[in-house]
DNA sequence: CTTCAAATCCAACAAAAGTCACAGTAACCC
DNA sequence: GGGTTACTGTGACTTTTGTTGGATTTGAAG
């Protein structure tokens, strides 16, 4: 029923591979707010999402929350872990109902020891990730907040895999935790962005209304506008 | 000559797989100062240190530096790009003179075709600096430079892999550029650490005082001293 | 020993981001 | 429709970081 061949990780592996994994995948299914697994925990191995959305994140000692992806159907996540077999890496709720896949650490380890081109699904698939948390690592040292929200509107690069969600249907507090800042930060931003014209209002919802601009904003530092 | 199995991609590959790298890697040299590759430039290959200081940095429009790593010898870098073939995510200068062995993509692919441990060593390698990039971009979003600072001196964990260099030899210039931020804010931190009695002075090089206050202050955002 | 360039120290100021408090406004559910 | 809840708007204030400019120290080279 699922489509295992768009899942990057798994295109164009064997039929045999392709049938291990099935007998391998645990289906699982979580209420909306439940905790997936949790950072820090043993590893949870390779997951699937097959309907529902999940937050992937990550918090610190004073409960302030980063969340580095809101993912959907077919998104697959804590690749790292299961690949590696320690300690989750970051927190996974549920945001909805859930329903996924998952393929433990010990029998991930033996699909690819099997399946030649799973294998290398899986250093291509690591390699991208790598780039995308590098990207991500010079949006914080780098880019204002402005900057950042321009970016996430734009919604390329980056965002539009991990942020399977249009910014619009986002609350200020999601788009705060997404871009590591803080709800009122986030207002205000927003207002700026408004003024200057680049993004306007639609009845209740936010509409691009230049998107060069909000390029040129998102790709150079000096802030602009109120 | 130099140790190929102490290179962790390397370790426990085949013999066969092992002179074919040695065939395929081409030695080359650079000053002190040169360029090995841009940001942005197509694929510069799989590159191993074996003499020499390498700095890893992005920048950004502006002429702000971000110093990824400080690399010496058996060190190994871009590991992305040499597997995925796009372009370079980021620049490489030699600091001192440098001599590197460069595998380039195309021969990569072929040896990772050719010897399965070779390619399970890659996939763990690049779940690890997945694993640090991830701690990194945290350490960017919630730490305060104090923190950051007091992370670097500790050395350990993320750092010591990446900047294979002891802090108390880099200015406050360089720390800066690895900190992601200016050589003046650095100065403040450190005068900081030291009136906190965290860190101090012995003649001219600063040493660690009090280690686990030093750690308390890298882990909490709570910002002390001065 | 002198000289020069690099590195550091420091204070004062500017700008960005975080915090607090509270008022408005939509949405949702009896 | 009334009341509750979640989300938004906004001003005032604090803290942190970035910037500027100049004084001082240090180390290496001549």
Not at 66 to 93: I, K, M
Not at 176 to 202: H, P, S
């Amino acid at each position: 029923m699922t489509d295992w061949h768009n899942i990057p990780y798994f295109a164009n592996i064997s039929p045999s591979a392709l049938s291990q994994l099935q007998t391998y995948a645990h289906c699982r299914q979580f209420q909306a707010g439940a905790t997936i697994f949790a950072e820090g925990d043993a590893c949870g191995g390779f997951f699937i999402i097959v309907d529902g959305l999940v937050r992937i994140f990550r918090m610190n000692g004073e409960g302030r929350l980063h969340t580095l992806s809101l993912l959907r159907p077919l998104a697959s996540f804590n690749e790292v872990a299961a690949v590696d077999g320690h300690c989750n890496p970051f927190n996974a709720v549920a945001v909805t109902q859930t329903t996924v896949w998952v393929i433990s650490h010990a029998h991930l380890i033996s699909l690819l020891a099997s399946d030649r081109l799973l294998l290398q699904n899986y250093v291509q698939q690591l390699a991208h990730q790598n780039r995308d948390y590098l990207e991500r690592l010079e949006d914080m040292t780098f880019r204002s907040i402005p900057a950042r929200l321009a970016k996430l509107f734009l919604h390329e690069t980056t965002y539009a895999e991990h942020i399977t969600e249009p910014p619009t249907k986002l609350t200020q507090e999601e788009i705060a935790a997404i871009l590591g800042t803080t709800r009122e930060v986030v207002g205000r931003a927003l207002r700026g962005l408004l003024n200057a014209g680049l993004l306007r209002k639609k009845g209740r919802e936010i509409v691009i209304a230049d998107r060069d601009g909000l390029q040129r904003l998102a790709e150079t530092h000096p802030t602009a506008e109120i």
